[in-house]
């Protein structure tokens, strides 16, 4: 046989990608805690200590555990109503994690059927979709979102269609850029030669070369999806009151800060921790599936 | 020329001033440009037929346009002007489907067998595409077809479920043919097939695409840049410099006793093994930009024999010998 096939090889290259990933351990324990939170937000009621929705107001400000006045009931002590924080927070990663991924998997969706069309077909189909891209560009994100929820009134869709609106552009830009260079390959010329429809040169040819730019790209953006929705909960805009979300938590606890740190506190570090385990998490997707960017 | 080229039998394939021009503007320049000044002439003006059975190897350096005139001629490229007939259909007057129908009749193998395969498709996906397209059946009976097209290029079942960078050039090249075979064509494109793969591997695939030609009845037309590859597969070969074919005429005299001035050149250039004296001889200064070609005939300002007429009309195409054309002021005179 002429040169043995490399039998060393994994049987395609998603496995061998996948295989780097876990050899990054960073990137490993950061996916774990990421599932760790999507495990939380799942069985939240099961999880969660007490009704994160019952006041009692003689534990109004109450402390943590450790500290002196808390008891265990309420670990992480207690909000300016009285309501158990820790399962406030466990509630409030439902909508963190509910708002971060269909809004990623929505835009990521739109994104490359823009993307596939602007890129394969070229023309008019690329000016317009090349133009929208542009002008939500000059948009500055959080000041769209403010906009758009203001119009839109409160709510957990209304959330997500204000943050898609703007969120589809950049994986449209990836793909399109993407499918610009592979329309040019020899193996869509093949298919077009076979007499292969566009559809088919776009969703099956096309479509799994830049899935990995993808999939990098939108999981780097869940992170920035998770802080835009905060920002919205923090500025009033987003999930309304009683609906516990980090952000408005956040916000709750302000006026408190000297005197009760933990009501603003612990909301806060869970946007952090998940924020940063989803960015260290798509570090390693991205370093595994597109080795041209690894340092 | 033509009356002198036509073959007993209605040609497979005949093509007739095929002409491409790449438009070099970009964006409003395409509005206010001059069209003439940015047209890059790939193919310009380029006439053949070609019979069932026949392979007509296609030489020339590379940017000669060999490569658009073979994407041309399948219509993966739009051409600029002229016609190609395939059995006597004009395949400029055929709708999406009426060209979508005849595409199972002609195909194409690269000359890249690394981008040629999708990376992401197994083998089973890629030969078996054209069966899924052209006739839509069971994934079994899709296998078993393409199972049968495999042993044909020398590949087994057991390679189905492989990705292409599982393979060697030579076996990924072997791929693309069972992908462009699995229809059934009657016309193949080989675009330098083998310039990609080591020697070795090359005389293989040589001998697989022969073979497969006189099992199939196939009709190739052969590009290549590589004399002695052409020189083996043709029947006919055609010499192409900067969108045109200069000469035309049987592999056998054409190759021993080049006529025009570019062609003897090319040939000369080739490194002789039976130890006698190379008569090279340097072509001066390089090929002509595409986008300017020279008034009057293309090659006059490397040529060791031009003449004023040279610098002034285009030369009209001579037949010297039965089936050998040559387009060249040298032979206008009374030699046809």
Known sequence: MEGAARAARADSILAANLQDFARNRVAL????????????????????????????LFRRLQPPAWMEGGEWAYPLGC??????????????????????????????????????????LRGATDVVVSRIVDILLSFPYLILAIGLMATMGPGLGNIVLALVIKEWVLPCRIVRAETLAAREMEYVEAARALGASSRHIMLREILPNVLSPLIVVSTFRMATIIIMEASLSFLGLGVQPPVPSWGSMVADGRQFLIGAWWVSTLPGVMILVLVLAINLASQGLRDAFDPRLRR | MTAALAPAEAPLLSVRDLRKHFDLRRGLRRLTGDAQRHALRAVDG?????????TLGVIGESGCGKSTLGRTILRLIEPTGGEVRFDGVDLGTLDKAGLKALRRRMQIVFQDPYASLNPRRTVEQIVGLGLSIHEPRPAAAIRAAVVDTLGRVGLSSAHLQRYPNQFSGGQRQRIGIARALILNPEFVVCDEPVSALDVSIQAQILALLEQLKRELGLTYLFISHDLAVVAHVSDRVAVMYLGQIVELGPSRSLLREPAHPYAQALLAAVPRIDGAPAARQRLAGDVPSPLAPPAGCRFHPRCPHAMAVCRQAPPTPRTIAPGHVVACHLYEGGAA
């Not at chain 1, 774990?32 to 929705?53: E, R």
């Not at chain 1, 820790?86 to 823009?114: D, E, H, K, N, Q």
């Open chain 1, 29 to 56: 324990g950061a996916t774990v805690v990421v599932a760790l939170f999507a495990l939380m937000a799942a069985f939240a009621p099961w999880i969660a200590p007490q009704d994160p929705y019952a006041s009692d």
């Open chain 1, 79 to 120: 909000d300016a109503l009285g309501r158990d924080i820790l399962s406030r927070v466990i509630y409030g990663s439902r909508v963190s994690m509910f708002i971060g991924v269909a809004v990623m998997l929505i835009a990521a969706t739109v994104g490359a059927l823009a993307g596939l069309a602007a890129g394969y």
């Open chain 2, 46 to 54: 380029v006439s053949f037929d070609l019979r069932r059975g026949e």
